[in-house]
């Protein structure tokens, strides 16, 4: 189980890295809505493998085939279903995993959980399933302009170097997604991105890699989203996150740092706008309150760890509890996070749209 | 919508700060389970008001009354009922707050969402709701003692003032509930205690209020427990966790810290102790690969923010728009930290105890 | 499980027979509802043992107790609790049955389930449950009339006693509730009526059991509520009637009779009527075509069997498997269809009010 | 909506009939299962358009092809999805009928409810959707056969040609498959199947349609499986059949022939049988007592009303309420029955192996 998203704008995400396809089947997208399949594809092409030299090789076209849901370019209300094939698994490389647990993979836990697992690439495991978050994503951005709601996300932290704060101001920066697709790290703070760059790129040489944090944020949602108690909105955009591998933390508005305040520092106050809309004048509650949207920017910053394949022997030990030394080979990814800020954005859209569904 | 939680050990919680009583109603409970309601009713008292100095003063016995589900002292299967009467509202202490929205709390997002709503004493989105979570969590700890596990929660920093991270090494240290508990601050080192203290004095004499961090572990947890992809077991406990009120940040294992090590850092490696059981070296993991528990202990950080109710004047609008000045009156609480260690001590033995029915 | 019903109007009830109380907890019933709590006490009158001679003498007050979610009068989007005391169990008149377990109860399959139970008075499986249904149906109903849709059942047959066919033309009929409340049995045609209470008095007599048909409309749903595929309106209603306790069969329309039909005589043939709208001439469909609601009235038609309780003695095995005799002693019901009546009203309405905020 | 179902054993199913694909994805089969697809391709067979003269003609090879959740044969715990790709879809045959409702079919209360809707062979509430059903329950009657539980339906009347009552006593009777499977029209009595064929003949010769019923056994399931209250074995499987298109009603046990009996008559005696296990003399119940299996054969009939696509003429509205004609041409299924039979055993399928994975 797990593999499904969501109650309003549900999703249920299929596929393994090395079997015939990864997809996702949408239940719940509104009868006509338009889907610009370009758009769409463009957002696949965001996290696609092989993009630029700082991310992994493998070499995935991530054509998205539309199985159902569309009439004449628009959805119908029945599920939609989205699929990409699986093009360039070379499955051969991991014959010599078939028994070895990684470091930090999920093998041995599958091991224990499933008995009988797909070792090929972390199978199910593997970030391939993240190919179907984004394509689910898209169609949830694309609902969501329909309310003039945007999410961008980008990289704030490589390492211990990070963006500065006053890029930023409060989370949400004056910056745009053309600003961020500017450079291949996706941090759009040029200074900030070479030397991330600079970074990733010993790291890669030395076979190693590295984490670092996502920032992101949505605006022009409008107060009223979300849900009190169990499923408040940031609850909710936590589990999403969460859920995206290597992430090993989340925080919204003023989060860990906010800890560092007195109430009467961090209380945001209320006041009345010029057009008559009730604001707060600084933004630590990150845009909810009481678990629902209070109409300010929605901002977000997600921590990932060094993702664990790396090219390096390592001692481990197998499925029979022998030692073993484990061998990273071939491609590997020296950093994920240009890759995973499309990701950021796809689960951040997903939660949105829910709520948005929710909300009418 | 949003007040149930869980799938197999199912829960959903009823009541405002200023009706009659709240409850919550547990689904899924294993029939059998002979239930400790003395020992419930001291996980209660932990959470009270009134405890010590150092919190609210509102004072609530808090007594436990069991509606359903029981028979000759052990669960039948059928849902549980625990309700627990409010006995201390002062209710006409809001009645100025009627039509106002106080800084950084609730009260303007629940008016936007419903319309109509019970604005006294935070209504449903008071901390008084968490009695019915500490409540279903002391029955969850009661299922999980039965496999051997037991959570444990302490606050590891009031503001900038944070227990050395020698005294809890990967998170987890070697203190238990006696050293939690001999201070009115739940912090088990002594000296930093009286630090904390100290500092949420001065706070309170200030009609302020102060945030930090509670730190929390599971342990003796078997491996195998936990969903991959969208239900990882720590997206479930990040979801938790962040739906306590003030919560504005989680991280699990190696955190947000864990974003400056390099994969070969943080990599844990396996191998296999004097009893053959595989463990890891290292907990970066916090005891959960690939969402799934791996047998080592799982740990988490909490961020929470000082809470919004001051002794202070504010400027503020109401419901028309119109600027009002609020102001906090009577009781109020310098730092929820002590009182929301048993909370997130409950909401992380609801998602394991999630966990274990859905392993067996 | 299985305490729970419900997606958007969700409803999760609890209590046994003999426990301290039943109720039920509604969870998105709309912010804003007036709700009539005298209206509501009514709904429960129906349903409580001992309205007429011809139900069971139990004796209950069943006054209903507002636990949360209400306000000055009106629902605040927070959880409705609504509970009842048991007033008069008479645990002792069932010390006899421990262990026994009685023909075509569900203590043998309880035993088998939950290895402890509550015995006494079927514990959980009681028709006392029902109590909170009837209670959570009638908040339901007073949500549906702000829509005009109305929810009626009555007694259609006893045994082979049977009202004839034209007093309710395709399922619907003139009468009202006025008309279905005049005679104890609940039959809307006071000669059938009259027959129908002749026959319970004499199987009263006789220690024994009968068991008859439900039959229920709602008049002015709009179309274009309900699901298709699995989530089918009909099929969800099916559910609902047949989680009743002694529900066999269930059907909508046409029904069993239908399938003697051709095609060219089954059809509904669609027309625009005086006033625009798009209508059936017929109305096989019972109001719902491919799982949507088609504006017609929806009909559907429960059998109830004899219930189980009869003042006989009947040989039985205990669990330990041994041959026993047991023997119903005190109060029966010598037909449940008179108070089956509100609950199918109120499972009825409990579907139709998930639908209707499914729809909005 | 709606496109999902099932808790422990989830499938949720996608594509239209004229769209590229029909499909479905399940997830939560347990890990290790074995999966013979040249058992599941002859479930696919058994549904399939063509396969006999008194059926559609619609020509669909419908290989089923595997996209996910298979390693080296067996489960591996992901979703397993199962896909048919449409192969003659004649969407041509349906333009005229673009703007038109057919009387009796969806295409009102689709237009109603979602505004834009594929027309094209009834979209996705076409019969072609139950191919994903049939595949799934293929699975499900893998996973089912493990614990030895097997399921079977058959055609017991087609319009008021009913096979003997004594030809399946109690609902069960001594038939297999291959009786099933003998004749086109699935009933196991030879002479009815001919009286039945022919009814049938005549019926596709008058470009008519007729309905009729299915009945349907469950044998070898363990005492202990469903659940009480709401979710009831039999308000499952209620659900489940009444979601198959045409369906008009479910019974089971006694049904609405119960109805007639006395308490006394009705209630199943338990004794203690030659192995020690606890028996019902009788099967009124259904193999359910309270929603639970006792262990004895679940029965069921399900009531399918005549088809709605007729080889004639009628009159109609089109979707700006003029007046049309709609008529039927090219193929039409004059009895749905035969093919009804193996989506039944799909359905009930499911829901058994929902309770089988739940009882574990």
Same mark, same amino acid.
């Not at 949830?140 to 961008?152: F, I, R, T, W």
């Not at 980008?154 to 949400?172: L, Q, R």
């Not at 030990?317 to 484990?326: I, K, N, S």
């Given at each position: 189980?797990?593999?499904?998203?969501?109650?309003?704008?549900?999703?249920?995400?299929?596929?393994?890295?090395?079997?015939?396809?990864?997809?996702?089947?949408?239940?719940?997208?509104?009868?006509?809505?338009?889907?610009?399949?370009?758009?769409?594809?463009?957002?696949?092409?965001?996290?696609?493998?092989?993009?630029?030299r700082?991310?992994?090789?493998?070499?995935?076209?991530?054509?998205?085939?539309?199985?159902?849901?569309?009439?004449?370019?628009?959805?119908?209300?029945?599920?939609?279903?989205?699929?990409? $094939?699986?093009?360039?698994p070379?499955?051969?490389?991991?014959?010599?995993?078939?028994?070895?647990?990684?470091?930090?993979?999920?093998?041995?836990?599958?091991?224990?959980?499933?008995?009988?697992?797909?070792?090929?690439g972390?199978? $199910?495991?593997?970030?391939r399933?993240?190919a179907?978050?984004?394509a689910?994503?898209?169609v949830?951005?694309?609902?969501?302009?329909?309310?003039?709601?945007?999410?961008?996300?980008?990289?704030?932290?490589?390492?211990?170097?990070?963006m500065?704060?006053?890029?930023a101001?409060?989370?949400?920066?004056?910056?745009?997604?053309?600003?961020?697709?500017?450079?291949?790290?996706?941090?759009?703070?040029?200074?900030?991105?070479?030397?991330?760059?600079a970074?990733?790129?010993?790291? $890669?040489?030395?076979?190693?890699?590295?984490?670092?944090?996502?920032?992101?944020?949505?605006?022009?949602?409008?107060a009223?989203?979300?849900?009190?108690?169990?499923?408040?909105?940031?609850?909710?955009?936590? $589990?999403?996150?969460?859920?995206?591998?290597?992430?090993?933390?989340?925080?919204?508005?003023?989060?860990?740092?906010?800890?560092?305040?007195?109430?009467?520092?961090?209380?945001?106050?209320?006041?009345?706008?010029?057009?008559?809309?009730?604001?707060?004048?600084?933004?630590?509650?990150?845009?909810?309150q009481?678990?629902?949207?209070?109409?300010?920017?929605?901002?977000?910053?997600?921590?990932?760890?060094?993702?664990?394949?790396?090219?390096?022997?390592?001692?481990?030990?197998?499925?029979?509890?022998?030692?073993?030394?484990?061998e990273?080979?071939?491609?590997?990814?020296?950093?994920?996070?240009?890759?995973?800020?499309?990701?950021?954005e796809?689960?951040?859209?997903?939660?949105?749209?829910?709520?948005?569904?929710?909300?009418?």
């Amino acid at each position: 189980m797990g593999n499904s998203f969501g109650r309003r704008f549900r999703i249920t995400t299929f596929g393994e890295s090395h079997g015939p396809a990864v997809g996702v089947v949408i239940d719940g997208c509104p009868a006509g809505l338009a889907l610009d399949l370009e758009a769409l594809q463009r957002e696949m092409d965001r996290r696609r493998p092989g993009q630029s030299r700082i991310t992994t090789r493998r070499d995935e076209a991530d054509t998205i085939e539309v199985l159902s849901g569309l009439y004449e370019g628009r959805a119908t209300g029945a599920p939609i279903t989205l699929m990409v $094939r699986n093009a360039d698994p070379r499955s051969a490389d991991y014959d010599h995993l078939r028994h070895a647990y990684r470091p930090s993979h999920a093998d041995y836990t599958y091991q224990v959980k499933y008995g009988h697992r797909d070792h090929r690439g972390g199978g $199910r495991s593997s970030a391939r399933e993240t190919a179907a978050r984004v394509a689910a994503g898209a169609v949830a951005k694309q609902l969501l302009a329909q309310q003039g709601v945007e999410v961008l996300a980008w990289v704030s932290a490589v390492g211990d170097i990070a963006m500065p704060d006053e890029v930023a101001p409060d989370g949400v920066g004056s910056f745009g997604l053309a600003e961020v697709e500017a450079t291949p790290v996706r941090c759009p703070h040029p200074a900030t991105a070479d030397a991330m760059i600079a970074r990733i790129d010993a790291v $890669r040489k030395a076979g190693d890699t590295i984490g670092g944090i996502v920032s992101a944020r949505a605006t022009s949602v409008p107060a009223g989203w979300g849900e009190p108690v169990f499923d408040k909105l940031h609850a909710e955009l936590g $589990r999403a996150i969460l859920s995206i591998n290597a992430c090993k933390g989340f925080e919204y508005g003023s989060g860990f740092a906010g800890t560092h305040l007195l109430g009467s520092e961090h209380n945001d106050l209320f006041y009345r706008d010029a057009e008559g809309r009730i604001r707060t004048r600084t933004n630590h509650s990150g845009g909810i309150q009481g678990g629902i949207s209070n109409g300010e920017a929605i901002t977000l910053r997600a921590a990932f760890k060094p993702v664990a394949t790396i090219l390096r022997q390592q001692p481990s030990v197998d499925d029979t509890g022998a030692e073993v030394t484990v061998e990273g080979r071939g491609r590997h990814d020296p950093c994920v996070l240009p890759r995973a800020v499309p990701i950021v954005e796809a689960m951040m859209a997903l939660v949105l749209a829910d709520a948005m569904l929710d909300a009418h």
